[in-house]
């Protein structure tokens, strides 16, 4: 399996994968987050990276910064979208995309990573609601238990609290 980055020439690739994942409901609106990620400012450092098996992508993740409105000295990234192709599912695909963006992070001065996602999915790479909990997202979440993180590197913000805020993208309140 290749891991590599994404580029907007993979943007039907990805479609494809988010269609096939994802229901009706979701699928449009999910790919459409990952694609203009693609097109996002080169200068916000976001990380968008494909799973491909010969010629064909079979997952994508990508990894936003999100910043702290009052902690400038302060850095994370957001995991959002994540998905594998329903045929290629329970193959260990999104584990290695989502491991080889955290290996990414961690080389970089990133203070914490975070996901709003299920739990049990995300528990296994070291994800916990508790070191999100002082972390603030953008809008109010139907699911609070699901809003997570790692900490890569303290900083006395994480026991302060913090309010962050999104790239654009990922400022719209349906994604939330
Ligand atoms: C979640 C997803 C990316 C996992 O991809 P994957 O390549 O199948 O993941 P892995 O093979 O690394 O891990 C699979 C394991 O995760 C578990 N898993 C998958 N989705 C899960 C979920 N929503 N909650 C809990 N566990 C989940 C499976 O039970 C599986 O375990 P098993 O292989 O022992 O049965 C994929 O199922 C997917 O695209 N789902 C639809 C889109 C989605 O929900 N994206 C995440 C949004 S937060």
Redesign the pocket.
């Known amino acids: 399996m290749l891991v590599r980055n994404a580029t907007t020439f993979d943007s039907e690739a990805m479609r494809n994968v988010y269609r096939s ?2 229901d009706a409901s979701e699928s449009d609106i999910t790919a459409e987050l990952a694609i203009s990620l693609l097109s996002e400012s080169a200068d916000e450092e976001i990380i968008s990276l494909l799973a491909q098996r010969d010629d064909q992508v079979l ?1 994508h993740v990508c990894f936003s910064p999100v910043h702290a409105l009052e902690h400038s000295n302060w850095l994370g990234y957001l995991l959002a ?4 192709m329903a045929t ?8 290695q995309l989502v491991r080889a963006g955290l290996a990414k992070l961690a080389e970089r001065e990133v203070n914490m990573v975070l996901v709003y ?2 739990p ?2 995300y528990a296994r790479f070291g994800f916990t609601a508790l070191d999100a909990a002082n972390c603030l997202p953008p809008y109010l979440l139907q699911y609070p238990m699901a809003w997570q993180a790692i900490v890569l590197r303290e900083h006395s913000a994480h026991s302060a609290g913090l309010q962050i805020r999104c790239v654009p993208a990922l400022m719209e309140p349906e994604l939330w």
């Open positions: 994942a994802f997952g979208p994540l998905a594998v290629a599912q329970h193959a260990g695909i999104g584990s996602g299920d049990d999915y």
